[in-house]
C-alpha cells in the first residue's frame, strides 16, 4: 500500500500552459516538501508548507490537510520548467524520515 | 556559503569490493539524511542523522550497508561486498531543523556502478 501516490506520472505541455501535478496521502503529515530535479541535476527544494498556499514566482503550492492533498502549479511553463517534480511528507513528532513520492516528469515543448 | 558537497561524484567498483561515500553537510545543519535512487525509480530513504540522537536506520537494506556521522558533520556511507544491485545514486541531504520548519538541501549525488 503506497502512502502516498503523485498524479500524473508523465505529463506533456506547450510552453505557456498552465500546469497542475497532485499529491495525494494516506497518513497525517506534519509538513510536505516539493523537490524539483532536472535531468542529469540535482535536487532542489521548491516549497515547505503544513497549509494553505505558498507562492514563488510562477509556482504556486497549496496543500489541504484534511483531504490529505496537495498539488503544485505552475503558471506560464517555459521548456526550463521540464524536470521531474516530487513531493515529500514527514509525518511530524520526533520522526525526522521522510516519505517520497515516485515523481511526476514535466516536458514542456516549445 | 557551500552547499551540501557529496564525494566522489562517480565511484565504479567490482563485485565485493568495499565503497566508501562521503556528505559533507552545510554547516550547523543538524539533520542528516542518505537516500539512493535507482534507475528509473524514486528516492529510496536509507538513513538519518539528527543531533547527538540514535540514528534511524530503518531504510538500510542490509547489513552490507552502514553510515556514521563523526563530529556530527561529515557522514560517510559504506558498502561492504558490493552487489551489482547496489547500483545507484547516493544522495545526501541536510536541513537545519526539523521536516515540519528547515527545507531540505541535497547534494549532487554519487552515482555508484557495480560492476
Known amino acids: 500500500k503506497n502512502e502516498v501516490e503523485q498524479s500524473p506520472q508523465n505529463l506533456t505541455a506547450q510552453e505557456g500552459e498552465f500546469i497542475t501535478i497532485n499529491c495525494s496521502y494516506s497518513v497525517g503529515i506534519s509538513a510536505l516538501h516539493w523537490l524539483q530535479q532536472h535531468p542529469g541535476g540535482g535536487i532542489v527544494s521548491l516549497f515547505m508548507l503544513s497549509s494553505g498556499k505558498k507562492k514563488h514566482g510562477r509556482l504556486i503550492a497549496t496543500i489541504n490537510i484534511q483531504e490529505k492533498h496537495s498539488s503544485l502549479h505552475i503558471t506560464a511553463s517555459h521548456p526550463r520548467d521540464s524536470a521531474v517534480y516530487i513531493c515529500?511528507?514527514?509525518?511530524?513528532?520526533?520522526?525526522?524520515?521522510?516519505?517520497f513520492g515516485k515523481g511526476t516528469l514535466l516536458t514542456v515543448n516549445p | 556559503g557551500a552547499g551540501v558537497s557529496q564525494s566522489p561524484s562517480n565511484k565504479v567498483t567490482e563485485k565485493g569490493k568495499d565503497v566508501e561515500l562521503r556528505c559533507d553537510p552545510i554547516s550547523g545543519h543538524t539533520a542528516l539524511y542518505w537516500y539512493r535512487q535507482s534507475l528509473g525509480q524514486g528516492l529510496e530513504f536509507l538513513i538519518y542523522f539528527q543531533g547527538n540522537s540514535a540514528p534511524d536506520k530503518s531504510g538500510l537494506p542490509s547489513d552490507r550497508f552502514s553510515a556514521e556521522r563523526t563530529g556530527g558533520s561529515v557522514s560517510t556511507l559504506t558498502i561492504q561486498r558490493t552487489q551489482q544491485e547496489d547500483s545507484a545514486v547516493y544522495l545526501c541531504a541536510s536541513s537545519s531543523g526539523t521536516p515540519q520548519n528547515s527545507p531540505l538541501h541535497f547534494g549532487n549525488g554519487t552515482r555508484l556502478t557495480v560492476t
Open positions: 515529500v511528507f514527514n509525518s511530524g513528532g520526533s520522526n525526522y524520515k521522510l516519505t
